[in-house]
């Protein structure tokens, strides 16, 4: 999906329609903390007057404390386990740290929104396959890989094209899901190994 946060909103407000994050979602949110530096706690995410970010389906996405404290960590390298227990909550000192309305991202009307709002956002994602990958997707309609950076925006609705040598197929993703394993757990520094498993429908082109 061709995801972007278009700015920031508070997380009560009724004038932008709050729904599911996707994986691919939290990837963009994640890419703007990111790209302007933003560092607040899931604290500041529910309770601040721009913590909420909104994307560019015009939607509001919302996030428990830890879950939004884990995206935080992710955005500023620290991916493990209890990453979240440093953005969680309200700590002495991260509430003084950078939030969007230190650039006038701040969202609070519909108006605010206009122009910025994209219909299209499904995208196509080249799969370099082995046989056996292309095998299984077309005889199962599944497909299991570990975790690609490069297709960390793919999510359902996008179309996925698997290349084995010269053949190439397009498939629909109808499911996406990503499993996380975690082992060692007391490691500060432990990067999970990530599967990804997607449902797809192959399409006539």
Not at 145 to 162: A, E, K, M, N
Request: glycine share 8%.
């Amino acid at each position: 999906m061709k995801y972007k946060v278009i700015g920031w909103t508070f997380y009560d407000n009724e004038e932008f329609e709050s729904v599911y994050c996707s994986e691919a979602g939290m990837e963009a949110i994640i890419d703007d903390i990111k790209e302007h530096g933003y560092e607040f706690s899931g604290h500041n995410h529910q309770g601040s007057d721009c913590g909420a970010p909104v994307l560019n389906d015009g939607k509001m996405r919302h996030f428990t404390q830890r879950a939004f404290g884990r995206l935080m960590a992710r955005a500023h390298g620290d991916y493990s386990y209890y990453g979240y227990c440093s953005y969680d909550f309200a700590y002495w000192g991260l509430d003084e740290r950078k939030m969007a309305e230190d650039d006038d991202r701040d969202l609070y009307f519909k108006s605010d929104i206009e122009g910025l709002v994209e219909s299209n956002l499904q995208e196509e994602f080249i799969f370099k396959a082995t046989k056996e990958q292309l095998k299984e997707a077309m005889d199962t309609g599944k497909l299991v890989f570990p975790h690609r950076h490069s297709l960390r925006y793919l999510d359902v609705g996008d179309t996925l094209i698997l290349k084995c040598d010269e053949e190439e197929v397009h498939f629909l993703v109808e499911e996406y899901k990503r499993d996380e394993h975690y082992y060692n757990l007391q490691d500060p520094k432990g990067v999970p190994e990530i599967t990804v498993t997607v449902v797809l429908k192959q399409k006539e082109i």
